[in-house]
Structures are given as C-alpha cells and as structure tokens.
C-alpha cells in the first residue's frame, strides 16, 4: 500500500494520476499486504487497462476534492491478489470537508459541473463513501483476472466484459516476423470486438446519455476512448458559419496535449472524409518514437447531418480491422447523436431564453424619494419567468406605477398572458387611466379573450384568469414619504408596515380578474410615511406549505415582515424569500415574488401622518 498527500490546486489531479501510474506501473514500490490475504502481486503484472481506468478514476475523484473541499487530499493506492486469482486495485481519495455530500451525478439544481461519480460507477466492481468525524473518502475497486497479461506481456485475447484495445497486441519476445504480427493483431482485434465491444458501447451509451452541453459531450467522449482505443484523440464540432471547430484534445501524456492542439489546429479535416477509418498524417505531437503512428479520422454524422469529425491515433501500426471499423463508427454515432441532441436543446432553451425575456421588463424604474427591490423566483426549471409577473415605470407628473400579478398555470400559455397584461397595464396607464380604470380594462378583456376562447375550443379551451395588485406613488419634491393608492384583483393583500412595528393591510380584497366582466374593483389611498414599509408578494410565499399549515396562517407574514423591521428594502425582500425557503422542508412548488417599497426614514419628518388605532 502506498499513499500520497496532495495540496489542493490545479496541479493536484496530474500528481495524483502519476502516483497511481507509478504504484501500478511498478515505478514506486507497493510494501503492505493486507492480513490474511497472499502476498501482493508485483506491479508489473496489473493489466495496462486496469492501470489506465484507476488513473482515470483518480483523476476525477481528486478534482471533485480540489473543486467542492479545497483541503489537503490524501490518496491511497493499493493492490491485492485473492485465491480466486482475481488481482484488485483499490484507491482512496480523502478529504477534510466530510459535511459536503457526494453527488452521483452533475446537480443542476445548484449549477454545480461535472460529472460527480458516474464514471466511477461506471467501470470499477465496487466503489463508496466513508464519513469520519474529521474527513470523507471516497474509494473504488477495479478487479482483473491475475491471468491477463500486464505492461509488456503477451496474453490470450480479453475475455467478455475486461477492457483491452482494439487493432494491437502485445509486444512478443522473440522474433516475431511482421506478417505474423499482424496476423496476430487482426485476431485479438476481432476477438476484442466480439467479447468487450458490446460492455464499451453499451458504458459509452449510458454516459453520453442526457448530456446537454456539446463541449462536456466531446469531452467525455475524449475521455472515454483515451487510452482505450488510443493514445490520443481530437474531436472537431461544425459550427454555423465558422466550419470545423477544434473542440477537445486529449492525449495519455498530458504534456503533449497543447503542442498536438496547436497542430491539428493548422491542419483540420477536409469535407470528403464521408468513410470510418479513414487514413491521417500523423502528427509530429502525437508522440510517436521509432515506432511511428497510425491515425484515422471517422465522421460524426447523424440524421443525414453533419455534426464534426472524429480522429484517433496511436503510436505502432494501428490495425483498423473491419471490426473494429464498424465498432468505432458505432461509437462515432453515438457522440454524434449525443451533440446532436444537445444543440437542440441549446437552440430549444436559447428560443425560450429570448421570448421569456420579452415577459418581464429589463430594468425597473427608479422611484425619487422611495427605496424598492424585487426577488423572483419562477419554479419552472431552466425557465427565467414563470405565471408571476412584476413591473415599476414611470407615470408622469411626480406618479409612478406598481404591480405584481400571478397568472394561472405555469405553462408557456400562462407565460404568454402575462406579457400581454404587463403591456395592457402600461399603456392604460400611460393614457391617464387610474388605478380602478385600468383593472376594469384589464378584466374585460380578459373576459372577453376566455369567451372566444370557449366559442372557438368548446369546452377544451382553458380559462385564463389572473390575481393582480396594482398601485400609484405620488410623491412630492421636498417632502418625504409618498401618497399610495392601491387595489388588490383577487391577490394576497399588499402589508404596511408602521414604525412602531403594527402591521396592517393596505387594501381590501376584489374578484380575480377574467372571471366576471362585470366585477368593479375599488383602491385604497393612504400615506407611506417616513421609514414606513409596503410587501406585496405573490401566493408562492403565502401558500407555502409545511404539512396541513401554510406560511401566512395566523398571520405568518406578518410576523415575517415584523422580524425584518430596520432591515433596507433589499435585505427585506430577501428576508422574507429566505423565510418562505426556510418554512418548508420540501422545495418550492411554486413561482415565488416579493416586492419591496419603502420610505426612508429622516431625522425630522416633514410630513405628519397620523397613525390609525390598533386593532383590536
């Protein structure tokens, strides 16, 4: 057993792969046996796969410790040989962040990258994670018949699910002629194929699967078929407009992975490369000694389309039997599908992105006299806007308009009305309409878009109905505080927080809007004084469930909105979005939005204003 502590920085992953090399490579020596087992085998005798999958394992592990612990990481290295002549690999990765849990794959939820432990749980026998009180490791365990043949040894061909690579074989002692060599060679590919080939399509298929990125795609596959099927690889990507892309270049000796880059840049792939295996001038870069090189380029086509070129290359004479032709085309395909599939998704989400952007505007005004803030959070997963909506724009002569609204659903449909009533609201009001006038505008034509929708689907067409709360500021040069007038449409009623903490609500509830065409709505007016306070949210906040009890029971938010009495608007806003995350112990299943508008407090208030007498 040999082990090896590591500074965590960006050199950790490449001294961590040479420590392994080395252990398994017989360059460092290997000293403990485990009690009761025989003595460990030489390191010689590890199969070259199995050297190759531990450093790759490694090399992912101990970038998960420098990306998500920033400690210092240990790692273990060590081989052990049973009677059942089975010879195991096992590495320990540790790290002293052990509160951090491991992730199996890439969490999206937190936008965190990578690839978490799919590729460990893809090639090793067994793998976990150990908590202690001071660190977390994390190990796996690569098995191999003692039978196969290690660096430099000539064996049998691989038997079903081992790993070996296609086109060469061993080198022999003695004198063997070249014909019989590659003879040779053109069995063990064959033989290769037949029994790993289908365990390797089948590994590359599951963890290309689900990929979204076109780089994270290319490079997985780089990683996959480094050093399987060669000592190096590049992929190039077609891009609109610009040709082929060089997009990953990986090499088994890292240092020569900028030189080869810089080479295939100056010399890309033509556009008549339409058959697998077809022959490459091999790269000074590549790496080739006296042996020389083989390289050969495959196309990435999919669906009739054209989606790059794939290149690999080995040192020797590579033998591209039609086995292992017909296999690498099949992996082609595969990479090919993967950046297929995760261009249209890029191309569905960028046509998303662009029209969500036209819901909600791209900068809101700034109130004279008056502090504001917005949290939104829509629940849709990789959607910038959901059923709510919010707004503050100017209205002329001193006012300013407000509004937060939640439409029914959260499906595109719903996203589309709430561009429509952020648009119809502004230009009532912008043609002088007040607070009540625009609301009955609003509601009619919502009426009236639910009836032709009815007329023209029957009884399929869904209604669309929406809350909404609306208001003016009117506020005065030299004077603090502001005038508000404010109607709620069937929303959770807007709170006013007074300085010696009361809270009450700023208006009373109405119909929601689009359900009666004949429903009146009515504001209320009163002054926001100095230091004083208005929330309005959304029923993702008040809604919010923990068990049978839900956030604004008892007047919950209330008492969220006193607790964060003397924070800014800013802070507040965030108070009470982290109160409403902080209430329930599942995830938000709805679109969340706070609003903040708040008088600043002064020394000397200019304006009196009168307190109303507390409830009883």
Same mark, same amino acid.
């Given at each position: ?138 190990? #796996?365990? @690569? ?58 399509? =089948? ?16 490079? @997985? ?22 040709? $082929? ?72 004479? $590579? ?53 504001? =803030? ?18 503050? #724009? ?7 308009? #407000? ?43 919502? =009426? ?20 909404? $709360? ?50 009146? #709505? ?49 802070? $507040? ?44």
């Amino acid at each position: 057993m040999c082990s090896k502590e590591l500074p965590a920085n960006q050199l950790a992953s490449a001294r961590a792969r040479r420590f392994v090399r080395e252990v398994l490579t017989g360059r460092m020596t290997s000293t403990a046996t485990p009690p009761g087992q025989d003595p460990i085998p030489a390191p010689g005798t590890v199969p070259q796969g199995l050297v190759d999958n531990a450093v790759l394992l490694v090399s992912e592990l101990v970038t998960n410790a420098v990306v998500y612990a920033g400690t210092d990481i240990d790692v273990v290295c060590r081989l052990e040989r049973h009677p059942n002549a089975v010879v195991a690999v096992v590495v320990e990765v540790a790290d002293r962040h052990p509160s951090r849990g491991v992730r199996g794959a890439a969490d999206t939820r937190h936008g965190e990258p990578g690839y978490g432990l799919q590729l460990v749980s893809a090639l090793s026998q067994a793998w976990g994670v150990t908590y202690r009180r001071s660190e977390k490791r994390v190990w #796996f365990r @690569l098995e191999s018949s003692s039978a196969e043949p290690g660096p430099g040894k000539e064996s049998p061909p691989a038997r079903s699910g081992e790993t070996g690579v296609p086109g060469t074989v061993p080198a022999a002692s003695g004198d063997v002629r070249p014909q019989e060599q590659s003879a040779r060679s053109h069995r063990y590919a064959a033989e290769w194929v037949d029994r790993s080939g289908p365990s390797f399509l =089948a590994e590359t298929s599951e963890l290309l699967a689900g990929q979204l990125d076109q780089a994270m795609v290319a490079a @997985l596959a780089a990683q996959l078929l480094v050093p399987r099927l060669a000592d190096w690889c590049g992929i190039w990507l077609r891009t609109q407009g610009r040709g $082929l892309q060089l997009s990953r270049v990986w090499h088994v000796d890292e240092r020569r992975i900028v030189p080869l880059r810089e080479e295939l840049e100056r010399m890309p792939p033509s556009a008549g490369i339409r058959a697998g295996g077809t022959p490459w001038p091999w790269p000074e870069s590549g790496g080739a000694d006296r042996a020389g090189g083989s390289a050969f380029a495959f196309p990435l086509t999919v669906r009739d389309t054209d989606v790059g070129v794939l290149l690999l290359g080995r040192t020797g004479q $590579l033998q591209m039997t039609d086995a292992v032709v017909r296999m690498v085309d099949d992996v082609a395909r595969r990479v090919a599908q993967a950046v297929y599939t995760a261009r249209q998704y890029a191309r569905q989400t960028s046509i998303s992105v662009a029209l969500q952007r036209r819901q909600l505007p791209t900068t809101l005004a700034s109130i004279a006299g008056i502090d504001s =803030a917005i949290v939104y959070e829509p629940h849709g997963e990789g959607q910038t806007v959901g059923g709510d909506f919010y707004d503050i #724009f100017p209205k002329g002569e001193g006012r300013w308009c #407000f509004l937060l609204g939640d439409v029914q659903g959260k499906d595109p449909e719903a996203m589309s009305v709430t561009g429509l009533a952020r648009h119809l609201v502004r230009l009532l009001a912008r043609e002088g309409h007040g607070v009540e006038s625009v609301l009955d505008r609003l509601n009619t034509a919502m =009426a009236e878009d639910s009836a032709e929708a009815l007329t023209a689907d029957g009884e399929q067409a869904a209604t669309r109905f929406l809350s909404l $709360l609306y208001g003016e500021l009117a506020v005065e040069p030299g004077v603090a505080g502001a005038r508000c007038r404010v109607a709620s449409a069937g929303h959770p009623l807007p709170l006013h927080l007074f300085t010696d903490g009361r809270v009450e609500p700023a208006c009373e509830p109405r119909m929601l809007l689009g359900i009666d065409e004949g429903a009146e #709505f009515r504001a209320s007016s009163f002054d926001l004084g100095p230091g004083e306070t208005l929330l309005c949210v959304t029923d993702g906040v008040t809604e919010r469930r923990r068990g049978n009890w839900q956030l604004d029971d008892d007047d919950g938010l209330a008492d969220v909105l006193r607790q964060g009495m003397g924070l800014g608007a800013k802070a $507040l806003a965030e108070h009470v979005r982290r109160a409403a995350h902080d209430f329930g112990t599942g995830p938000v299943e709805d679109d969340l939005s706070v609003l903040v508008l708040q008088a600043p407090a002064v020394d000397a208030p200019t304006r009196h204003v009168p307190k109303p007498p507390p409830r009883a």
